[in-house]
């Protein structure tokens, strides 16, 4: 696990830099872009008394364009980001896709049950953390499908084909999302920080969001631990059993774990254990 945070911070701070070098490259050609703009202005545009907005201008018009600066472009008048800022948007989105994943979805319930699994069986590597964080990632993209599929829908897809404004993109993306942590948060998760905000509301539209995501949160820890709590009873079970049997035959120096662990194994296969843990997990966000 600690290489493969090793490894995700050094990508992390290679891919920031990245994004960097490459604002820094657009703003230079942005510039050139500007320079150049400037030097047919002098010499055919509105600074050159023979030709002036005439035919032979190539901007025909009486405005210089650009000042030699960094400048923001858009795509017309419909307030569209030109395709090099949104690229930028993109890149920073990736970026910090991580944090979006933890806190916007059902990863963090998937994830904290996994481990209350393993924890409960009492294997301490086995599933190893990279096992287990992939399979809670594929449970997640299972279980957020229907709304990715909506903000696909509803967003993305009139976005790129210049129906609706980027604006109007992140409003009708961020519905769905909405949606769903409304069907997972609990109301009294909801109420306590709406109450830390000073938050009033009638409708659930009408709080926001910023209150919305740490109330989930919130809503999901608790779920999970719930969950953990049923998974660990009748591991629970095992261990008293073994432990009061190898009290009554006088074996107190041996621990009993080393005895359970086989049992609990065993309990596990013989109830197809993984069916009914991730079954019963994915069918509680429906």
Known sequence: MNKFKKAYVV???????????YAIIGSTITAKAAETST??????????????????????????????GFSLTFDGEDGNFSATLRMLLVLTIITLSPSILIMLTSFTRC?????????????NTAPPNQILTGLALFLTLFIMSP???????????????????????????????REFMYGQT????????????????????????TVVVP????S???????????????????????????????????PPTTISLPFKILLFILVDGWNLVIGGLVKTFY
Request: glycine share 6%; proline share 3%.
């Open 186 to 209: 609990q109301t009294k998760d909801l109420n306590l920080f709406c109450d830390i905000a000073g938050v009033t509301y009638e409708e659930y539209d009408e709080v926001p969001f």
């Open 39 to 68: 030097k047919y202005d002098t010499e055919y545009g509105a600074s050159n008394s023979d030709y002036g907005a005439t035919e032979k201008a190539p901007n025909a018009s009486d405005e210089t364009v650009g000042d030699g």
């Open 111 to 123: 994830v904290i049950v996994l481990h209350f699994v393993r924890a409960a069986i009492g294997t």
């Open 220 to 254: 999901e820890l608790r779920t999970a631990f719930v969950i953990g709590f049923l998974i660990y009873v009748p591991f629970i079970v095992i261990d008293m059993v073994v432990a009061s049997v190898l009290m009554s035959m006088g074996m107190m120096m041996l």
């Open 147 to 177: 709304v990715l599929i909506q903000i696909k829908t509803e967003a993305i897809d009139p976005f790129d084909a210049g129906e609706i404004t980027q604006q109007e993109a992140i409003d009708a993306a961020i519905v769905p999302v």
């Open 11 to 21: 990508i992390s701070i290679i891919f920031t830099a990245c994004v960097l070098c």
């Open 215 to 218: 109330a989930f949160i919130l």
